[in-house]
């Protein structure tokens, strides 16, 4: 056992299978400590980690200048409602709002809980203009509360939890044609991800975004961007939107906004956010100061260290290793999907075991929708780094498919 848990990873399990509720599919690893790319367990075994905090840790773990901006904050002051004003929370929606489309920010805890904000949001703009719809695509994801959970496309999610909330629409991804027919007088919002995460990261097609925008417009509709997984520096710019050349008119964050320390946020264009008056909304601990000193922390290092081109050089080196793979086995790869660290690779065999072979080898990533690989990994990852988990995941491929030869 390694001098950072006090006790063994078994000890742990058992105490778990006694006492928290087994909603979760885990792997029987109990973890201790993090560095960067790095992450140890109770018995002191490292591992890299190609997915660090499920998206959250945009800087690894434990990135020094958001170490210390918490213990910074913890010693001042840790929470106090939204009732008063705070230092904090007026300089990170300063902060986010100069790099985004100078909208007006509501804090929150998660994704789901930003979503929830934002679907509340254009119900209330909808209500006196007789708009209620929410438009959204199959294999979207935008999290588990109701509302959120109605508006993810997915029959699995709902499954055993209907009645769903009324008023969603589905459409395909990636079909101008099936949105026009869906958007009607009665459509308050699309909603969507740029770059769907959880659906396997699935780009959008040219034009698509630019199109769902003018749709907005000419019918009257709000087009609200679910970045929950996109933002704060993952593609390459702080929000996915960047790259297309559109504006939303509002969009939701939470994973990477405050680099691990939970955090959500609805951002919207301050004509629309004047829809919600005081009382509509709240959320007890959203914006709050440890948070918010987090969040500022992060934006702060990714600009003082040029990470958002960082992430752009770390994808490249993705994309040129999961090419040489191709090459090798064109029989393994059937997609590679990559937006700075955003990165999935499709393959022809089932993911999951890819992940439980990394996992022997020391190297933690992740499988999403039966066939992809996806890796979401810190923007500090070194190219040493990169390059190491690039050899363990071909080995893992490999090794998946002999196996099934
Ligand atoms: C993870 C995710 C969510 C849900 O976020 P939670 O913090 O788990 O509630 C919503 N939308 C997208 C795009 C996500 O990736």
Redesign the pocket.
């Known amino acids: 056992m390694s001098q950072l848990a006090s006790v063994g990873t078994e000890e742990t399990i058992a105490r778990f299978q006694r006492c928290v509720i087994p909603n979760y599919k885990r792997y029987p690893v109990c973890l201790v400590r993090g560095e960067g790319s790095w992450i140890w367990d109770a018995e002191g075994r490292r591992y890299l980690d190609l997915f660090p905090g499920?998206?959250?840790n945009i800087l690894g773990h434990c990135p020094p200048k958001v170490v210390e901006a918490v213990r910074d904050q913890v010693g001042r002051l840790i929470h106090v409602p939204n009732t008063w004003y705070t230092e904090p929370q007026g300089d990170f929606a300063e902060l986010l709002s100069e790099r985004s489309f100078g909208g007006q920010c509501f804090f929150c805890?998660?994704?789901?809980?930003?979503?929830e904000a934002a679907i509340k949001l254009a119900r209330a703009w909808g209500h006196p203009r007789g708009r209620y719809k929410i438009v959204t695509m199959e294999h979207?994801?935008?999290?588990?509360?109701y509302a959120?959970l109605t508006a993810?496309a997915q029959p699995k999610y709902h499954a055993g939890f209907e009645p769903m909330v009324p008023g969603f629409t589905y459409v395909p991804h990636n079909d101008l044609s099936a949105v026009e027919k869906a958007v009607d007088h009665e459509t308050a919002a699309i909603l969507i991800?740029p770059i769907?995460?959880?659906g396997g990261i699935n780009l959008p097609a040219p034009g698509y975004l630019e199109g769902l925008r003018k749709i907005c417009d000419v019918r009257g509709a709000l087009l609200i961007l679910?970045?929950?997984?996109?933002g704060l520096g993952r593609t390459g710019t702080w929000f996915a939107y960047q790259h297309f050349g559109i504006e939303p008119d509002a969009l939701?964050c939470?994973?990477a906004l405050a680099a691990g320390v939970?955090a959500?946020v609805l951002i919207a264009r301050p004509e629309l956010a004047a829809v919600f008056q005081p009382g509509m909304h709240a959320s007890t601990f959203g914006g709050n100061p440890i948070a918010c000193r987090a969040g500022i922390a992060a934006v702060e290092t990714i600009e003082e260290d040029g990470l958002l081109a960082r992430g752009v050089a770390v994808g490249a080196r993705f994309q040129s290793r999961f090419e040489h793979l191709r090459e090798e086995r064109p029989e393994l790869v059937r997609d590679i999907r990559i937006r700075g660290v955003m990165i999935g690779l499709e393959l022809t065999m089932n993911a999951s075991a890819v992940v439980a072979e990394c996992l022997e080898r020391g190297v933690l990533v992740n499988a999403t929708h039966d066939v992809v690989v996806r890796l979401l990994p810190a923007l500090t990852i070194d190219d040493a780094q990169i390059d190491q988990g690039c050899d363990v995941l071909a080995d893992a491929v490999k090794t998946v498919a002999d196996r099934r030869a």
């Open positions: 499920w998206g959250c805890n998660s994704g789901a809980e930003a979503n979207g994801f935008h999290g588990r509360t959120a993810t991800e769907q995460g959880e679910d970045e929950v997984q996109t939701t939470a994973k939970a959500g």
